[in-house]
């Protein structure tokens, strides 16, 4: 693939989680075309075939020599031709702190203005935002998405930073994964979200690396090819630099982060690519200004004191930078993405599920016995599960009839009691109702007599009345 030089570009729609690339989208050119039907150097664990089973194969296969042209010797031209016409895919996710130069970078790289706004330092939390772009160069079309971290390093929580790089990476990954285990896929004609490569920006400090660059280097390098870059290194100087990146080396080798290496394998491109790695990490600078230089319009950055020209490779290493991602290794970022990031999160995402290539000792387990195995697991689960409700719901059972009992018998308790005092009670009343009675009784019988000895005495002073009224009379007359 030759550089860009003037690409076209039209947009497409904004595209958050677009989904994964036809694995067509891999090759470039018939090099590496080739380069991606073959087995690659990098141990894909779920291919590993045991030495015997290699050597049995080799037995099987004869080498043969024909008498004449048969014409499959067009395959990489037929390859070629249907790549062009299905054109090719690339993701690029920009992480670093916020106004560290990121969408300049880019801009200046496809030599194009991807019109990308300018975030703020205030957002609450790190947001992935995902533009794909689609480029034209001759007749090659390019399908590129370019990730940016908005408000990348604007947090105190340091988790809060990395963290939804790291759930972005893998949603990508996880949504391949899901349209591969489809039953009828169209791995053909999706779109590749996965992310090919992590550029990403160091501030050009001339200290060393903060925390955040460690953290958030150490989480990603298993999922994406990582390139590190000091970016705006116009404003540090050669000397400084160079002490710098030696710095930045040294604490990434001691911190165990793994970035991407130029792969040295092809021996057409071996030696450039080992002295680029030496080089590590690339010093940027980004800029979409032009100024004369002699009779040239070049881009450049122009301060009172100078001019830092973006292509001179005695200002920065942009051209390494951009002929080491574009022309040289599009193709491998892209077939390292596929077989060794994508690769580890689908075996550990299937063992996760369940899922297995070899079963108790050792023997190979084919996907039926695998789902066998997982349905016989599953039903004696379930059935585990159903006894333990039964078991459970038996108990509950038991459990709650004890405790009607006890409340029925505390009830009973209750109604004896109440029964025995409202006994004492009718026996009090009882006996009062019967003090009364002969108390009435008593009260009668001393009427009685007093009745009686009113009449007498009633009867007693009427005859005395009688008397003195006979002796009035008398006297009267
Ligand atoms: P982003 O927020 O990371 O995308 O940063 P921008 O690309 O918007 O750049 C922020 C500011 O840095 C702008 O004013 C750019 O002109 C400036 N800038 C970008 N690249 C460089 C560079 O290489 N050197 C210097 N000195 N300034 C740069």
Known sequence: MRCLSRPRLCRVLPQRRSPGCCPQDRRSSSAALFQSHMPTKTTCPSSQVSDDEQKQKRENTRSLTMSGHVGFESLPDQLVNRSIQQGFCFNILCVGETGIGKSTLIDTLFNTNFADHESSHFFPHVRLKAQTYELHESNVRLKLTIVNTVGFGDQINKEESYQPVVDYIDAQFEAYLQEELKIKRSLFNYHDSRIHVCLYFISPTGHSLKT????????????????????????????????????????????????????????????????????????????????????????????????????????????????????????????QTHTRHYELYRRCKLEEMGFTDVGPENKPLSLQETYEAKRHEFYGERQRKEEEMKQMFVQRVKEKEAILKEAERELQAKFEHLKRVHQEERMKLEEKRRLLEEEIIAFSKKKATSEIYQNQSYMASGSNLKKDKDRKNSNFM
């Open 212 to 335: 955040l660059d460690l953290l958030t280097m150490k989480s990603l390098d298993s999922k994406v090819n990582i390139i590190p870059v000091i970016a705006k290194a116009d404003i540090i100087s050669k000397a400084e630099l160079q002490k710098f990146k030696i710095k930045l080396m040294s604490e990434l080798v001691s911190s165990g982060v793994q970035i991407y290496q130029f792969p040295t394998d092809d021996e057409t491109i071996a030696k450039i690519n080992a002295s680029m790695n030496g080089h590590l990490p690339f010093a940027v600078v980004g800029s979409m200004d032009e100024v004369k230089i002699g009779n040239k319009m070049v881009k450049a950055r122009q301060y009172p004191w100078g001019v830092v020209q973006v292509e001179n490779e005695n200002h920065s290493d942009f051209v390494k930078l951009r002929e080491m991602l574009i022309c040289t290794n599009m193709e491998d970022l892209r077939e």
